[in-house]
């Protein structure tokens, strides 16, 4: 095969990865069979990269990450940027998809610096893509977005319309995640408008899905469902099996929030069934968890059990294979790169990496000599003498953790030849470097010490001895993964280090840690080679005892709760314990509360089963009736001299006396089912291990009982719970009359407050009112007084509305009519300055920890008919005046009423301007440009707010209000008003 046909081949794989994987692997293996006997390496590379790529689309993600990394040496010895790009992007993804998010990062990273070496703009837009597709999924949306915006400026400037709707759907997903739904829609419609437009059918999903799970977001069923429903038809038309099962799963959530539960029922049950099929684990055991959901509801208790079980069982498995991806994928990269790092060492490729390894091969034989000394002080000397004939280094020194590792000890600092007394760091100080070195394990390298120390240190101390240096570098010294030191290289000289001599001194640290280990090892050999052999001895003792005790209870545990017949397994439980403790006598108690006694109901001892006995929940001797009320376990390996820390006396209400004992609560949630017991006739025959293992036991045995007391009493709980339902159902009605009787006295309440738009009227001639209470009381309240030649008049929007608002419009109510009519002020900033205090005092925000944040954004005016002029002063909200078909925005301060710090020292703005005839005012609340709407569901937002007065404004002012108020009401359509609504319109 020629070098042009694998080309053509290679490029056709790569170009129907993601559509075709199964195609592309099949271009990648005639690639490869094709050039592997001629052993063409970058022709090989190609066919590798295609048949890795594919894989990662198809889900084998452990061999994709082979394929890929084989290929990528190769690539990149040859400068294939391409190829290469396109090995970086599947790498960036197969670790993306195990949810190894830092080797994700990693290469994503690598593909922005190979895109910007090579200009290629496509390639960083994709890059930008993958690094915030990371941020997003990891939590970090700010990160994300901020990622995601510059890839989008650089895919606009493109013809790359798929990349374009991979990154709006990105950053539609991150600003959801933040709860900015009004981005998160938009962005999202922008993506399918764009995956629309060049058929890019998967895409196209994925964005309706998005779309979909916001209006679930905001309860807007009819919506997410009608969206939900078109992904679906996608993806099966797709055969995007996943992709099925998936939105199979958000149908049944859907219904299951609807309470639609056989619609629920039916979407659950195919997403468990396309994910069994695909082995899609996720969907699995989340499939289970909402049939779990719904058969609970139903009340059917074996199949809530059943599904709950696999639920539990599914999700650990599934959690469980991502790790084990994860590992693989390292494993791999690990062995890929030391096979990398051998074969740049071998092909000595610059002049450094020549000076290095002629440096290396004199390193090798200076550290035979280094890891030959035995004392700390002749090792630091000699390090010393050879790095000062490597570089610029008259300050050296090398730290020694102490045993309890709490403090660096340096056995002699070494400057300019002089060897200075000893010193030492207290390890919990950050502000010295040593420190943070060895704290950290960081590789710290400072060539101005003025300029960089602070990336590392708060405070720049002066050294415990020597002089102050300008460069310096402080190593971390490792063995074997253990900490035993730091080196430190100093120069009173700025730029003294580069990387070739950093790596010098990387690799005299490796020596010294060895050197280290071995003086400390000769100081106390055999002590050390005792007390480490005797540590794995235990260990391997302990990892052995712990398996088969797990290995044990794991089958008792299968025995125990998939059987509904306890008493016939008892006996096999008693046996199976007796494997792993002392069990002379054993039993398994029911405690029954609404009969006060706890029931011996299953007992054996010396092999002989013990007839059933009950013992009052009076009887505080009784060992049973203290585990059940303390909620606690018992031990005792000395029945005689350890009784007192739980009865007074020993009681036995059968059998004989027992030496060792331990009991263990049996719950279920916090609620108590019994207590299981196991005892010896001889001392000291437990140990804590005992007590765990038994704890085990006791929830195995609590679920068994409990399961075998469903299916005996599961009719009866059936009837019972009907019952419940029916009543709750009945003081839920009856309750709901009663608050909704108590807000329509509220409503009465201020409806007599707040003036009738006839009030308006009498004092401003030519005005409108348009005020829509969300709900049956309003947060929104507006408010008109006249004082001589004044007429002062305002719109308030509360904190939240319905009662909560409606609370603190009676407070903002009653403040403004005291500052006017009884202490007579009239300029609107020193009302508003006035009621913030008052609003402040009342709710006690003053206090610094008060949890009310409660308060109002108004903007208030104040007309002198005389002079005709304008007062105005807002708070948090402005005043919109139209003339000559402009219209000019008057901002209110930054700051609401109340809820906030400081309220006694702000002072807000005032406002004067200026009236022209046929001018025209209006105040307003946020609700009418807060409201979702129109055609997409969007927010109305200010835009359409303004064209809709500049559209009005010359109109009287009742057809004002005519055309405002239907134009609100045409655009909220079948939507929910979201807030209160209410405006004040004023012809001049």
């Known amino acids: 095969m020629t070098t042009t046909q694998v080309n053509q081949l290679a490029l056709e794989s790569k170009d129907i990865c993601r559509n075709n994987p199964q195609r592309g692997i099949e271009l990648a293996n005639q690639i490869i069979a094709a050039v592997q006997k001629d052993d063409l390496q970058s022709e090989l590379a190609k066919g590798f990269a295609c048949k890795g790529a594919c894989l990662v689309w198809l889900g084998d993600y452990e061999q994709a990450l082979k394929n890929l990394f084989e290929a990528l040496p190769i690539l990149q010895e040859n400068n294939d940027s391409v190829f290469e790009a396109h090995v970086l992007y599947h790498i960036f993804c197969s670790y993306y998809f195990i949810a190894d998010y830092d080797n994700a990062l990693k290469y994503a990273y690598e593909m922005l610096e190979r895109a910007k070496k090579d200009n290629n703009i496509n390639a960083q837009a994709n890059a930008l893509n993958g690094i915030g597709s990371i941020h997003y999924t990891s939590g970090d949306n700010k990160k994300a977005i901020a990622a995601l915006t510059e890839g989008l400026n650089l895919a606009e400037k493109q013809e790359d319309k798929h990349l374009l709707a991979r990154i709006l759907d990105g950053l539609g997903t991150a600003y959801f995640n933040i709860n900015d739904l009004e981005r998160s829609l938009d962005y999202k419609q922008r993506s399918l408008e764009t995956a629309k437009s060049i058929g890019l059918r998967n895409v196209e999903s994925y964005a309706i899905d998005g779309l979909a799970k916001v209006y679930l977001n905001i309860k807007d069923y009819v919506n997410a469902e009608k969206l939900f429903s078109e992904c679906l038809a996608i993806r099966e038309e797709l055969n995007f099996k996943s992709g099925i099962a998936e939105t199979n799963y958000h149908l049944g959530d859907l219904y299951l929030k609807m309470d639609l539960l056989e619609l629920a029922l039916a979407h659950f049950t195919v997403s468990l069934d396309v994910a069994t099929e695909t082995n899609t684990k996720e969907f699995i055991y989340k499939s289970h968890e909402g049939l779990s959901q719904i058969y609970e509801r139903k009340g059917n208790n074996q199949k809530f059990i059943e599904h709950f079980k696999k639920y539990f069982t599914y999700k650990e498995d599934y959690f469980s294979e991502k790790n084990k991806q994860k590992l693989k994928g390292v494993e791999l990269q690990f062995s890929i790169s030391q096979m990398e790092k051998e074969k740049e060492l071998l092909n000595e490729k610059n002049k450094q990496l020549e000076l290095l390894s002629n440096d290396l091969v004199k390193l090798s034989d200076l550290g035979k000599t280094i890891t030959s000394l035995l004392s700390i002080e002749t090792i630091n000397r000699t390090v010393y003498d050879i790095i000062n004939n490597m570089m610029d280094a008259p300050g050296f020194g090398i730290g020694i953790v102490n045993e309890d590792q709490t403090k660096l000890f340096f056995p002699g600092y070494i400057e300019n030849g002089v060897v200075l007394s000893s010193s030492g760091y207290d390890l919990a100080d950050n502000n010295r470097l040593a420190s943070v070195c060895f704290n950290k394990e960081l590789d710290i390298v400072i060539n101005d010490y003025e300029?960089?120390?602070?990336?590392?240190?708060?405070?720049?101390?002066?050294?415990?001895?020597?002089?102050?240096?300008?460069?310096?570098?402080?190593?971390?010294?490792?063995?074997?993964?253990?900490?035993?030191?730091?080196?430190?290289?100093?120069?009173?000289?700025?730029?003294?280090?580069?990387?070739?001599?950093?790596?010098?001194?990387?690799?005299?640290?490796?020596?010294?840690?060895?050197?280290?280990?071995?003086?400390?090892?000769?100081?106390?050999?055999?002590?050390?080679?005792?007390?480490?052999?005797?540590?794995?001895?235990?260990?391997?003792?302990?990892?052995?005892?712990?398996?088969?005790?797990?290995?044990?209870?794991?089958?008792?545990?299968?025995?125990?709760?998939?059987?509904?017949?306890?008493?016939?397994?008892?006996?096999?439980?008693?046996?199976?314990?007796?494997?792993?403790?002392?069990?002379?006598?054993?039993?398994?108690?029911?405690?029954?509360?609404?009969?006060?006694?706890?029931?011996?109901?299953?007992?054996?001892?010396?092999?002989?089963?013990?007839?059933?006995?009950?013992?009052?929940?009076?009887?505080?001797?009784?060992?049973?009736?203290?585990?059940?009320?303390?909620?606690?376990?018992?031990?005792?390996?000395?029945?005689?001299?350890?009784?007192?820390?739980?009865?007074?006396?020993?009681?036995?209400?059968?059998?004989?006396?027992?030496?060792?004992?331990?009991?263990?609560?049996?719950?279920?949630?916090?609620?108590?089912?019994?207590?299981?017991?196991?005892?010896?006739?001889?001392?000291?025959?437990?140990?804590?291990?005992?007590?765990?293992?038994?704890?085990?036991?006791?929830?195995?045995?609590?679920?068994?009982?409990?399961?075998?007391?469903?299916?005996?009493?599961?009719?009866?709980?059936?009837?019972?719970?009907?019952?419940?339902?029916?009543?709750?159902?009945?003081?839920?009605?009856?309750?709901?009359?009663?608050?909704?009787?108590?807000?329509?006295?509220?409503?009465?309440?201020?409806?007599?407050?707040?003036?009738?738009?006839?009030?308006?009227?009498?004092?401003?001639?030519?005005?409108?009112?348009?005020?829509?209470?969300?709900?049956?009381?309003?947060?929104?309240?507006?408010?008109?007084?006249?004082?001589?030649?004044?007429?002062?008049?305002?719109?308030?929007?509360?904190?939240?509305?319905?009662?909560?608002?409606?609370?603190?419009?009676?407070?903002?109510?009653?403040?403004?009519?005291?500052?006017?009519?009884?202490?007579?002020?009239?300029?609107?900033?020193?009302?508003?300055?006035?009621?913030?205090?008052?609003?402040?005092?009342?709710?006690?925000?003053?206090?610094?920890?008060?949890?009310?944040?409660?308060?109002?954004?108004?903007?208030?005016?104040?007309?002198?008919?005389?002079?005709?002029?304008?007062?105005?002063?807002?708070?948090?909200?402005?005043?919109?005046?139209?003339?000559?078909?402009?219209?000019?925005?008057?901002?209110?301060?930054?700051?609401?009423?109340?809820?906030?710090?400081?309220?006694?020292?702000?002072?807000?703005?005032?406002?004067?301007?200026?009236?022209?005839?046929?001018?025209?005012?209006?105040?307003?609340?946020?609700?009418?440009?807060?409201?979702?709407?129109?055609?997409?569901?969007?927010?109305?937002?200010?835009?359409?707010?303004?064209?809709?007065?500049?559209?009005?404004?010359?109109?009287?002012?009742?057809?004002?209000?005519?055309?405002?108020?239907?134009?609100?009401?045409?655009?909220?359509?079948?939507?929910?008003?979201?807030?209160?609504?209410?405006?004040?319109?004023?012809?001049?």
């Open 451 to 988: 300029a960089e120390a602070g990336l590392y240190i708060e405070k720049r101390l002066k050294p415990i001895v020597g002089q102050s240096v300008q460069s310096l570098i402080y190593l971390p010294l490792k063995i074997s993964g253990k900490k035993n030191g730091v080196i430190t290289v100093q120069s009173f000289n700025k730029n003294a280090f580069n990387e070739y001599q950093v790596n010098l001194v990387k690799n005299l640290a490796v020596y010294c840690a060895i050197a280290i280990e071995n003086a400390r090892l000769y100081e106390k050999m055999e002590e050390t080679v005792r007390a480490r052999t005797q540590e794995v001895i235990m260990q391997k003792e302990e990892i052995e005892r712990s398996y088969e005790n797990m290995r044990v209870l794991s089958v008792i545990g299968q025995q125990i709760t998939s059987s509904v017949n306890f008493d016939s397994i008892f006996k096999k439980l008693h046996e199976n314990v007796s494997q792993l403790m002392n069990a002379d006598c054993f039993g398994v108690r029911i405690y029954h509360p609404d009969l006060n006694e706890i029931e011996y109901r299953y007992e054996i001892e010396k092999g002989e089963f013990y007839p059933p006995i009950s013992v009052s929940m009076d009887n505080d001797d009784n060992y049973s009736v203290w585990c059940v009320k303390n909620k606690k376990e018992i031990f005792i390996n000395d029945n005689l001299t350890e009784y007192h820390k739980y009865t007074k006396k020993i009681v036995v209400p059968s059998g004989d006396m027992p030496d060792s004992l331990l009991f263990c609560p049996m719950t279920i949630g916090e609620r108590i089912i019994g207590v299981i017991t196991v005892q010896s006739f001889k001392k000291n025959a437990y140990v804590p291990l005992h007590i765990d293992i038994l704890k085990t036991l006791g929830t195995y045995t609590a679920i068994a009982l409990e399961n075998a007391n469903l299916v005996e009493n599961l009719e009866v709980k059936v009837i019972e719970r009907t019952k419940e339902v029916v009543k709750q159902k009945e003081i839920i009605e009856e309750s709901n009359k009663h608050i909704t009787d108590s807000i329509k006295y509220a409503k009465r309440i201020q409806d007599a407050f707040i003036p009738g738009e006839e009030s308006i009227k009498e004092h401003l001639k030519n005005a409108f009112v348009i005020y829509k209470p969300k709900d049956i009381v309003s947060g929104d309240f507006y408010w008109i007084e006249k004082k001589g030649n004044k007429i002062l008049f305002a719109v308030v929007d509360c904190t939240g509305h319905g009662v909560p608002g409606a609370f603190m419009s009676l407070i903002g109510f009653n403040g403004l009519n005291q500052l006017v009519n009884e202490y007579n002020y009239t300029n609107p900033a020193v009302i508003l300055t006035q009621l913030n205090k008052i609003i402040t005092n009342t709710l006690k925000q003053h206090v610094e920890d008060s949890k009310i944040r409660d308060g109002m954004d108004i903007a208030i005016c104040c007309i002198d008919l005389e002079s005709n002029t304008l007062e105005f002063s807002g708070a948090l909200s402005p005043l919109f005046i139209v003339r000559n078909e402009e219209i000019i925005k008057i901002k209110g301060d930054k700051h609401p009423i109340g809820n906030f710090m400081d309220a006694d020292e702000y002072v807000f703005t005032n406002n004067v301007i200026d009236l022209f005839p046929e001018d025209r005012l209006y105040l307003f609340s946020d609700g009418f440009v807060d409201q979702f709407g129109g055609p997409n569901g969007k927010k109305l937002k200010y835009n359409y707010f303004r064209k809709l007065l500049l559209d009005n404004y010359k109109k009287p002012m009742e057809q004002q209000k005519e055309h405002i108020n239907s134009f609100f009401e045409d655009w909220k359509g079948n939507f929910e008003q979201i807030d209160d609504v209410c405006m004040i319109g004023v012809a001049i």
